[in-house]
């Protein structure tokens, strides 16, 4: 493993975070953990080795991405420079249903229920 940021082994968590799939490498390290991370619809650990070629399987958030191994790099580049490393092989409609989400709103109260009691007020406080 040298300096220029490529390898020739590479875990799978780093991966997903170096190819900006997940924002943190913890949160790729705890998707593998809870097992929304599959290659060949197996969970994986998070200290797998990938290699190239192999497609991926992870949800992150309400979105299932699919994603295949083009190259490995162990430190996080740019979103442009990502399609030199990953395919992205997800269905539009999932994207679709991030967009959905994005759009619902935090919270709502029925039409005709009053004004907020305090204990609502401080429930409301709490959530945002």
């Known amino acids: 493993m040298g300096g220029t940021g490529t390898a020739d082994r590479l875990r799978i968590d780093k991966w997903l975070w170096a190819v900006r799939v997940y924002k943190t490498r913890t949160l790729a390290a705890e998707a593998c953990r809870g097992g ?8 994986v650990k998070a200290s797998r080795e990938i290699r190239i070629g192999e497609t991926i399987d992870a949800r992150a958030g309400v979105v299932n991405r699919t994603v295949k191994v083009l190259g490995l790099l162990e430190k996080r580049v740019g979103a ?22 994005a759009m619902q709103p935090l919270f709502s109260r029925p039409r005709g229920a009053g004004r907020p009691t305090k204990k609502d007020r401080r429930n409301i406080d709490k959530f945002l």
Do not use: S
Not at 36 to 43: T, Y
Not at 80 to 101: C, H, N, S
């Open 80 to 101: 442009g420079a990502v399609k030199a490393f990953m395919e992205d092989l997800t269905p539009p409609e999932e994207y679709q249903k991030a967009r959905e989400a």
């Open 36 to 43: 929304h991370v599959k290659i060949g619809g197996d969970a």
